[in-house]
């Protein structure tokens, strides 16, 4: 009589997809048996999570895979209990970095148009939805960019008797370490009172013609002043002075 030959099932790993994984994905593995009766149950396990699955399906899916290089081990069981030799692939698993999302700034005060004059705040708030602002920049008539803030609500004080009356554009952009927001502009009219303080009387062509006048009079007023000082001494002063005094 001879003695029954029990055979094992084989088990194969199919696929693991994606190969290279991020933390944040759902990895599908999809394997097979092959055995004289029936393959009926699959059990894979990570060298770094431990146990994946433990059931009756030929493909799962997992997600939450630990960052680093997974050893992939699949064995099958059939409907004997026997079963198969284990069979291992790889699994690379990386740390998720989002892509950097574009940061953005806006200006709430002044608003566009507005007349304005002397020191002003001007106030706005700069986002960055997935990281943080590393600085606020501002420029005045597309002049150099100067670091104005760090904050997300911002404020500058913005002397506006640094530039002349008129129209002006003032602007400002996010920037969080990796790229520039768009820039956010705004005109504004610059309406300051001319400072009279700074200007020399004397140098108005009215008050000249005042001084000359004056300083006119003032000589006709002395030159006849002496005159008649003159005319009055020697008028008192006659011949028979002069005589006596001989």
């Not at 940061?103 to 566009?112: A, D, E, G, H, L």
């Amino acid at each position: 009589m001879s003695a029954e030959v029990i055979s094992v099932p084989t088990a194969s790993i199919d696929t693991i997809d994606p190969d290279l994984a991020l933390e944040t994905d759902t990895v599908t593995f999809k394997g097979s048996g092959t055995d004289d009766g029936e393959v009926v149950r699959y059990v894979w396990r990570s060298s770094i999570d431990g146990e994946l699955y433990d059931g009756d399906e030929d493909e799962f899916q997992y997600s939450g895979l630990t960052v680093g290089t997974h050893t992939i081990i699949l064995k099958v069981q059939d409907d004997r209990e026997e079963w198969s030799n284990e069979e291992s692939d790889t699994l690379e698993v990386r740390i998720y970095v989002p892509a950097n999302e574009i940061p953005s700034v806006s200006i709430i005060t002044p608003t566009n148009s507005t007349e304005i004059s002397g020191e002003i705040s001007c106030i706005g708030i700069a986002l960055d939805n997935n990281g943080d602002i590393e600085k606020v920049e501002g420029s005045i008539d597309g002049g150099p960019w100067m670091q104005i803030s760090i904050q997300t609500n911002w404020m500058y004080l913005w002397d506006s008797e640094t530039v002349e009356n008129g129209q002006h554009r003032l602007s400002v952009r996010n920037y969080d370490g990796e790229d520039y927001s768009g820039v956010s502009v705004i005109t504004v009219s610059v309406n300051n009172e001319e400072d009279k303080d700074d200007e020399s009387w004397y140098e108005e062509p009215v008050y000249l013609g005042w001084i000359t006048a004056v300083l006119i009079v003032i000589v006709i007023i002395a030159v006849l002043f002496i005159r008649k000082r003159n005319e009055e001494y020697y008028n008192g002063w006659d011949d028979e002075d002069y005589y006596e005094e001989d």
